[in-house]
């Protein structure tokens, strides 16, 4: 099974595969953003019909759609970020600390409001 | 500055999150899947009147803000695959794969044609 | 009650508005999409952490913003498909006919499985 | 050809088919908030590559396929719309106004500035 190691070794090979079919030229922010939100709108498509039950039980053959759904969302997240010359996962840990200060525990308990209105 | 090491680390972390806040009951893939794709669509945002050139060129305070996107849709992703029991990296080092074979180097050099009508 | 009495009324409204602001330079048909996606993922916000029951059974306030969201998406609809030269009550005629035909009622009924799996 | 002459035949040709079809316990509002994101990120697909410039001359080919996603968007936004009682064109009418108040003609001249950074 072929594996990716790291989100820095993935961008670098998703940087060489555009780099050797000439794509950089389609590779604007702006395009990226796009792309990753069409791929977001496919993944979205496997659910909407599902109950929420459906959805945390999904035969094998769907999940495996799924999966590469996710993999495209992934591909084009870091792509996206390369560009911008941003890390995401120093982003990541970034808003990981932002969250814990908008969602103290003892607020936010079994609430799915927004933080904004706790 | 905090750091997170790897999306194995910032699965656990989200998982401890959601976990402490009683907040897995609002977890389910179909709702993840939703806020996935409504994160994607404030990323869009950012870029929907800016053109190709200026999507490459933020003013830093665009940039910050945009990290912090990429940031909650990398999240929310991780969260899902988490919930699905899928491996985000190894779904990607499938998907490369694949679209080393969908895209052959010589027949879509320079090109963005779609795989099937390549 | 301001009102407006039909979607070339719209179209033409929102014409006069961006022609007013100059503004027929930021409305590319790409960017018109993004703005629209962008707004779709708004209203997504809105509904991503309730039940398809509490979905249903809407806060006068929240119905009141979601009302916005669903302007919004017209409006931008409205406003792409001008730039486009497409007529929507056709487009919409039209797919009406297709998903008569795809949708057949006999094998259709009580399922949300996808034409092509039917 | 076909037609439809108002979002209100739109409407309840919309609810027949759907009634023929007892598919009205996947429509719940959060379902059809879903589909309607997923249509709009198909449209998105269509634009994501392209420039502007080529975004607002599409092939022949092309531009009928927008127009069908077009559709998509439009149904499934009068369906939601329905299903939570709102009329689409008064929340229409209701947004050009606020529009107006929030994008004065001086301030907004030629300029892509969200109204609160006016």
New interface residues.
């Given amino acids: ?7 820095e070794e ?1 961008r670098g ?2 940087a060489a ?1 555009a780099a ?4 950089q ?2 590779h ?4 990226l ?21 459906q ?2 039980a ?1 035969p094998e053959a769907t ?1 495996d759609e ?3 759904e ?6 084009f ?1 870091v792509r ?2 390369d ?4 890390d ?13 200060r908008k ?1 103290p ?1 003892d607020k ?3 609430r ?1 409001t927004k933080y904004d209105r706790l």
């Fill in positions: 099974m072929p594996s990716v190691s790291s989100l993935l090979r998703l595969f050797e079919r000439d794509w030229q389609f604007s922010p702006k395009n953003a796009m792309a990753l939100a069409a791929e977001s709108g496919e993944l979205l498509e496997h659910f909407q019909w599902l109950t929420e039950e959805s945390a999904l999940r799924v999966a590469l996710i993999a495209d969302v992934l591909l997240l996206l970020a560009r911008l010359g941003i995401p996962m120093q982003a990541a840990a970034r808003k990981l600390e932002l969250n814990a969602y525990v936010s308990r079994g799915s």
